[in-house]
């Protein structure tokens, strides 16, 4: 079945903020549908209030509602309808009995009418035409609206003449419970659609900063992450198939932030896991040919004690066929150790430890054994530290103690009765020093660094307890808590020193 190829993360990323960005567009349309709405309700609501007080002040003034006491009514208490444009009564036949047009008021308080009425001095009332339209009705008749679509609820109409925004209201009037008429209250409301023309601004601005945010946010994570991330991501894959293609990671190095933290864990990996795979082939090799040569005594020897009839000569080939199985066993057997140490030593967690009771405790050990093996070797430890908690260290406390016991397993092999093991350890201002000293017959080696390759040839005549491989796994776990081992042939006195430096714990 064919892997789906997944998508990048800018195409995920983008693609969110795609679906985030249409719900919050949703959302806007129906905010921005119900803003002009809520401010006409609110507008309604104080037409309301004003209706409600108009009708208040008529009952307790006791006002009929005909068309002479309403207009009384209104000269009397034009102060109410002051904050309006116009406020008209009719009666419960639609018939028009009050108009504040009607009224010898400041202009600047109530605008133009469609209809400009005019009284005379005789009381007669005359209509005159005006050019300019105020408020179409709905249905273009009142007396229609009022009579027939006029249900007992307050009804709102709000409407754009001419550049400008009217709200109006039209409520019955019931005094003493009675209904009595209709008035309809008109207000010019243009801040309503300033106030929805700056919300609509507003939103149209903040969508813009935030879509301009996102764009260059995309672009810094495109170039900055994702690429960089895509190349590590080749270079990965281009070793794990042996590819000979150049991917260049250099400039990541530089960084000092996640991706370059990253790179340079990367590329340690990588060169480790190069190291260890070179290590283990070369290992292999260097195993088959040390393996090689006990079998080719093996069998020569075993092809010879088939042909001998002598007892001593049956003997003696019987012990170099019993050397060489111990020789392939320590070999098989140490090799899988080390196997197993150098995978478990990537896992174990370092830990504040004292060097000088390690060393300590591991002689101890040492000199009961040598002791059950009547050896006449004297072990002896000098301790040059001075500072508070100079004998400290940060390793790991069995894979230490393993790094004193081959050292001084070697220096006991090369060792003979009557001699002396000195373990000196001091300090300098940033590590720890351990000095172990035999007086076996030291190096013949232009090179004693040679002494820590695997399966060195030159060993004890007990070899068969020693497989060439000790030395070595010395030289690991030294070099894994961050430190440094040398040998070399004593100056003034016979034998060899192997001189082991580990950093302080700090």
């Known amino acids: 079945m064919r892997q789906k190829k997944s998508a990048s993360i800018l195409r995920k990323f983008l693609l969110f903020n795609l679906g985030v960005f249409s719900v919050l567009g949703l959302f806007t349309i129906f ?6 709405p809520n401010l006409v309700n609110k507008r ?13 002040h008529l009952q307790r003034l006791n006002i009929d509602f005909n068309e002479k006491e309403i207009k009384t009514f209104l000269l009397s208490t034009r102060f109410l309808f002051q904050s309006l444009d116009r406020v008209r009564f009719y009666n419960l036949k639609g018939n028009l009995i009050g108009d504040t047009n009607i009224l010898d008021l400041d202009q600047n308080v109530f605008s133009k009418s469609d209809i400009i009425i005019e009284e005379t001095l005789d009381g007669k009332v005359k209509e005159q035409k005006n050019s300019l339209k105020f408020l179409k009705e709905p249905d273009k008749n009142i007396k ?20 400008n925004f009217f709200v109006s209201t039209i409520s019955i009037v019931k005094l003493n419970n009675k209904e009595e008429g209709y008035v309809i209250v008109s207000e010019q409301a243009n801040d309503i659609l300033i106030a929805v023309k700056e919300r609509k601004a507003f939103i149209i601005r903040t969508v813009l900063a935030v879509t301009l945010v996102i764009l260059i946010f995309s672009l810094f994570l495109n170039k900055y992450i994702l690429k960089p991330i895509g190349l590590l991501v ?16 250099k400039n990541f190095f530089v960084r000092g932030d ?15 896991l190069q190291k260890r795979t070179t290590r283990a082939e070369t290992f292999s090799n260097d195993l088959a040919h040390e393996i090689r040569n006990p079998l080719a005594s093996l069998k020569s020897a075993s092809e010879l004690l088939d042909k001998t009839t002598q007892k001593t000569e049956s003997e003696k080939l019987l012990k170099i ?22 995978a478990s030593l990537s896992r174990e967690k370092m830990s504040k430890i004292n060097l000088v009771e390690i060393i300590t405790n591991v002689t101890d050990d040492f000199k009961q054994d040598l002791k059950n093996q009547n050896k006449d070797i004297d ?27 081959n050292l ?11 001699k002396k093991i000195e373990i000196e350890v001091e300090e300098t201002s940033n590590n720890l020093v351990m000095m172990i000293r035999d007086e076996g017959p030291g190096f013949s080696e232009t090179s004693p660094q040679k002494i820590f390759k695997r399966f060195y040839s030159n060993r004890p005549k007990s070899f068969g307890k020693h497989s060439g491989l000790g030395l070595n796994i010395v030289k690991n776990i030294v070099e894994l808590h961050k430190g440094t081992i040398a040998a070399s042939n004593r100056i003034n006195k016979r034998g060899a020193q192997v001189e082991v430096l580990l950093p302080k714990f700090s």
Not at 144 to 163: A, H
């Open 234 to 249: 080749a270079f990965s894959e281009a070793i794990k198939k042996k590819s000979n293609k150049n991917i260049d990671i």
């Open 144 to 163: 229609e609206v009022l009579l027939d679509k006029y249900e007992g609820e307050p009804v709102t109409i709000s409407e754009k003449i001419q550049n």
């Open 44 to 56: 309604a609501s104080n037409h309301f209030i004003i209706i409600k007080n108009t009708a208040d």
């Open 258 to 272: 996640e991706i370059g933290k990253l790179t340079t864990s990367i590329d340690e990996m990588t060169k480790e």
């Open 31 to 36: 905010y921005l549908k119900a803003v002009q």
């Open 321 to 342: 066929i019993n050397h060489d199985v111990e020789r392939i066993e320590r070999l098989i057997t140490d090799y899988s150790q080390m196997l197993k140490d150098e």
């Open 408 to 418: 001084l397993d070697n220096s006991i092999s090369f060792s003979e009765d009557h």
């Open 379 to 405: 072990i002896e430890i000098k301790t040059k530290i001075t500072s508070r908690n100079g004998e400290y260290i940060l390793g790991i406390e069995n894979r230490l103690e393993q790094v004193i016991a």
